[in-house]
């Protein structure tokens, strides 16, 4: 079975000082990255995704910002694919499809930012492609949400979502179930 790993959105404008911290993003990174080595050691593909937002409504991933750039712990290396997206979906009008059947890539390892959003629509979209797929959920974040005046903390926002992807769109495991399965 061939494997990819995709991590989506980790980028500036999600940590401390960015446009939109997330909850715990710093911890997310440390097991995304602990993935990242895994896979660059294994030598199997690994794809950035970068969002850059053009609705002229949109407050963080706004084009020719600082905010835009991977974070320094897991800039793309030579060789490793960055896909530039537009909307949540990392499928969505975007080469990744084409660039994980050119490889006969059949699993795909995901991660990062934000769980409620990004990393949902691409799971749900992977799925649907026929994708197995594996979701780290010690490697995604999100934020509050603000729903009917009622804040819904991060944390739950998060495990709502890992627990409505898992058993029908993908399995959801820690970062260090990922060593006995890949």
């Known amino acids: 079975m061939n ?35 895994l896979f660059r050691g294994k030598k199997l593909p690994i794809v950035h995704i970068q969002c850059i937002l053009l609705d002229d409504n949109a407050t963080f ?61 691409t799971v749900r979209t992977a799925n649907r492609l026929g994708y197995e797929v594996l979701v780290l959920d010690d490697a995604c974040t999100t934020r509050d949400l603000l729903w009917d005046g009622t804040v819904i903390p991060a944390q739950t926002v998060h495990h709502t979502f890992m627990a409505s992807l898992d058993g029908t769109f993908a399995q959801v495991i820690p970062t260090s179930s990922l060593y006995e399965r890949i």
């Open 3 to 37: 494997t990819a790993f995709i991590m989506v959105d980790i980028q500036k404008d999600y940590f401390k000082g960015g446009r939109n911290e997330l909850f715990r993003a710093e911890e997310a990174l440390t097991h995304a990255q602990e993935a990242l080595t």
């Open 61 to 121: 991933f706004l084009p020719g910002t600082e905010g835009i750039q991977p974070h320094e712990g897991i800039l793309p290396e030579p060789g490793e694919k960055v896909i530039i997206k537009h909307t949540p979906d990392s499928f969505f009008q975007t080469e990744l499809q084409q660039h994980l059947e050119s490889l006969n890539v059949t699993r795909l390892v995901i991660c990062g930012m934000m769980s409620h959003i990004c990393i949902d629509s």
